[in-house]
């Protein structure tokens, strides 16, 4: 079966813009989380998505972050008015959801954020 | 401030012998813990796991050592191959989230 998809794979964009990510997770999981890795860095939690139930955007940076799950599915990941520090590999995984807390994610391939 | 710690960024490793990977934790309430690994371009996939109920948990050629009393864990790699050069995250989880290290890169030498 398909894995956890994300496009684009890479995307460069200028100092202001808005851009947006996507990620398709494995069929059927409804545990959806995002995370980044900076350069050098681990990967920081942003957002999870569980079911229909809020979303826990704890780790969000900054207001210029948001994240959508349409029909408990597909997500998108936006960031508007993009600065340099957000230059990034932006993650996604997916979970069964049945139990969020031991539960192995799968994670997509990423997008790589270059933010000029 | 990190919670979960991987002092060393890279590790090379002749090809057979035993990679040790080293993982700290400042929180006592980890009670699971959970190695990733990572090739370029990919993303990160589930290695092994250990529950804070257990000390060792062994699955083939990898190992998960827990030290409770020292906030403490060790991934060993016996004997290391060369497809095992990746980034290595060592993870727990805390409320629904799931705090990574920063990683240790392994390099698997001929």
């Known amino acids: 079966g398909a894995g956890v998809s994300q496009s684009p794979s890479n995307k460069v964009t200028e100092k202001g813009k808005d851009v947006e990510l996507r990620c398709d997770p494995i069929s059927g999981h409804t545990a959806l989380y995002w995370y980044r890795q900076s350069l050098g860095q681990g990967l920081e939690f942003l957002i999870y998505?569980?079911?229909?139930?809020?979303?826990?955007k704890s780790g969000l940076p900054s207001d210029r972050f948001s994240a959508e799950r349409t029909g408990g599915s597909v997500s998108t990941l936006t960031i508007q008015r993009t600065q340099q520090e957000d230059s990034a590999v932006y993650l996604c995984?997916?979970?069964?959801?049945?139990?969020?807390?031991?539960?192995?994610?799968?994670f997509g391939p990423g997008t790589r954020l270059l933010v000029l | 401030d990190q919670q979960v710690k991987q002092n060393s960024p890279s590790l090379s490793v002749q090809e057979g012998r035993i990679s040790i990977l080293n993982c700290d934790y400042t929180?006592?309430?980890?009670?699971?813990f959970l190695w990733y690994k990572k090739y370029p371009a990919e993303g990160p996939t589930f290695l092994i796991s250990i529950s804070s109920i257990k000390d060792k948990n062994e699955d083939g050629r990898f190992t998960v050592f827990l030290n409770k009393s020292a906030k403490h864990l060790s991934l060993h790699i016996v004997p290391s191959q060369p497809g095992d050069s990746a980034v290595y995250f060592c993870a727990s989880p805390q409320d629904d989230k799931i705090i990574f290290g920063k990683g240790t890169r392994l390099h698997i030498l001929p």
């Open positions: 998505f569980q079911g229909n139930s809020a979303p826990d």
């Open positions: 995984a997916s979970a069964p959801g049945r139990n969020s807390y031991q539960e192995t994610q799968y």
């Open positions: 929180n006592s309430m980890f009670d699971y």
